[in-house]
């Protein structure tokens, strides 16, 4: 069972939009800075989202990040086939002393 | 371009050891805090131990403390983690990934991960 949770999968039409959460607690999300990693099959881990909000350069507009106390949100827009993915929030847990992440969440576009 | 290599990975009988490298180039390796994080077959990320950009402090998740150490060589741009009492459970692909800053959370780049398997 993972500090974070996420929902084990989500799905839309291509074009359409979804969005992800990931629900925490003070010690974790509540009190620190959140990531979001896109992870497609057979490949190393992508950072899209830090400190909440922020996209790295390259990243398009499409993905979006948002926190309000525990619970952040990964949202994307204009789904595409080729953002088929595991998705994952990230963050320190101040009571742990150690990283977390989610669970990660299988994105399918149908 | 930013790179990050690991090497180490293989199969390995329970209760051995293990170190794992990763070679880092492309950026200044002394100014950036780097983590090692593992994916289980078939599961979800798990994030293992993380270094400060001067290696003044290191964090480790509750499933490996007292058994694995994380070290850097700024001198020689590598991150490593040394692996002992191994079990089962650590079999997984191991990823290294730079921080986005000194000391942080922000896996900002990773590596390809290398495959370590605990069996006898």
């Known amino acids: 069972q993972s500090v974070l949770t996420q929902p084990p999968s989500v799905s839309a039409a291509p074009g359409q939009k979804v969005t992800i959460s990931c629900s925490g607690s003070?010690?974790?999300?509540?009190?620190?800075?959140v990531s979001w990693y896109q992870q497609l099959p057979g490949t190393a881990p992508k950072l899209l989202i830090y400190d909440n909000t922020k996209r790295p350069s390259g990243i398009p507009d499409r993905f979006s990040g948002s926190k309000s106390g525990t619970s952040a949100t990964l949202g994307i827009t204009g789904l595409q086939t080729g953002d088929e993915a595991d998705y994952y929030c990230g963050t320190w847990d101040r009571s742990l002393s150690a990283g977390v992440f989610g669970g990660g969440t299988k994105l399918t576009v149908l | 371009q930013v790179q990050l290599v690991e090497s180490g990975g293989g199969v390995v009988q329970p209760g051995r050891s293990l170190r794992l490298s990763c070679a880092a180039s492309g950026f200044t390796f002394s100014s950036y805090g780097m983590h090692w994080v593992r994916q289980a077959p078939g599961k979800g990320l798990e994030w293992v131990a993380d270094?400060?950009?001067?290696?003044?402090?290191?964090y480790y998740a509750d499933s490996v403390k007292g058994r694995f150490t994380i070290s850097r060589d700024n001198s020689k741009n590598t991150l490593y983690l040394q692996m002992n009492g191994l079990r089962a459970e650590d079999t997984a692909v191991y990823y290294c990934a730079k921080d986005y800053y000194a000391s942080g959370m922000v896996k900002d780049y990773w590596g390809q991960g290398t495959l370590v398997t605990v069996s006898s």
């Open positions: 270094i400060w950009h001067d290696g003044s402090n290191k």
């Open positions: 003070s010690s974790n999300i509540g009190s620190n800075y």
